[in-house]
């Protein structure tokens, strides 16, 4: 886990996990957690791992207030967070920074419920999942959701990967755009001229490889503020953006390690005194793969 990178993005308000500040999860995603929150039962002890910004409990207060009342929901996270004020000043919840799933702070048979929203496949499962089981009351339910290998998010990820990884190399587009900005400040135009033309050539072949995920990054209206703006800053704001792309790109790399294939995920599970009640691919409206669910129960 790599709360250094997830600090940072949670500290930027985001509500879910795939970069959209303003939106919680929905269409499928949003529905598989709808349906669970619907078969818990009341005054339940509910633990949320990998919380977030508490996008799960979110969603519970959205869709039954009454019922997310009745319930005491713990958060916990190993990054730093910031959860909204309409869920903090909640009585009924409470959030842990700083903890580690695999070693839980919490005493033996705890919770009725554990959840967690692409979250645990960040922790070694060899040591998380026999803690989680531990903190689960005897016949309480566990629903995971869980990024899988080869789903559209993973991917998507893993092409804005690459993207990244040669966009950032040395001698190619990130390293031109750098030095033809560093010539004009100094206002060098003759010397600038021939890495705007380079520049050129390399922003036309990386549209052509990558297409819209190359367009959709939008590098190029950076790129026009930037040479509309020429100052003494220059090099400063660059230097931010190049920190901000390359956290991004950290992230990009957790989530894609992160992802699961399916069945060394039931392999990791089998090593425990787990019961599996259900698993499912979780699909878009166009049957793109999302994630995998499972849920969940000790076995005695």
């Not at 030095?179 to 060098?188: A, D, I």
């Not at 953006?241 to 992230?251: A, D, I, Q």
């Not at 294939?261 to 787990?274: A, I, W, Y």
Request: hydrophobic fraction near 40%; aromatic fraction near 12%.
């Amino acid at each position: 886990m790599n709360s250094v990178v997830w600090t940072k993005y949670w500290q930027e308000n985001h509500i879910n996990s795939f970069g959209d500040v303003q939106k919680n999860y929905s269409g499928s995603i949003r529905e598989c957690w709808l349906e669970f929150f619907k078969e818990m039962e009341s005054s339940a002890d509910v633990l949320d791992l990998c919380c977030g910004n508490a996008s799960l409990a979110s969603l519970f207060k959205e869709y039954d207030l009454t019922h997310y009342n009745n319930c005491k929901i713990t958060g916990v996270d190993y990054a730093l967070l910031s959860i909204s004020d309409d869920i903090m000043k909640d009585t009924n919840t409470s959030f842990q920074m700083n903890v580690n799933v695999e070693n839980l702070p919490f005493e033996s048979d705890s919770f009725d419920y554990i959840i967690s929203n692409f979250g645990l496949e960040y922790s070694n499962m060899d040591l998380s999942i026999p803690d989680m089981l531990r903190v689960l009351k005897p016949l309480g339910l566990i629903q995971l959701v869980s990024h899988i290998e080869n789903s559209e998010l993973i991917l998507s990820s893993i092409k804005i990967k690459d993207m990244l990884d040669e966009f950032f190399s040395g001698g190619n587009v990130f390293a031109t755009f750098q030095s033809l900005t560093k010539l004009l400040v100094v206002e060098n135009f003759n010397e600038a001229e021939e890495f705007r033309i380079l520049l050129n050539e390399q922003l036309n072949r990386f549209v052509k490889e990558y297409g819209d995920t190359f367009i959709q990054f939008d590098f190029i209206n950076f790129l026009k503020y930037i040479l509309r703006n020429i100052n003494k800053d220059t090099d400063k704001v660059i230097n931010e953006y190049e920190s901000e792309m390359k956290l991004y790109h950290k992230r990009l790399n957790s989530m894609v390690n992160a992802s699961l294939r399916q069945e060394d995920f039931f392999v990791k599970l089998s090593k425990n005194k787990v019961k599996l009640l259900k698993s499912e691919l979780i699909t878009d409206e166009k049957n793109n793969l999302l994630a995998l669910k499972v849920l969940l129960t000790k076995e005695y």
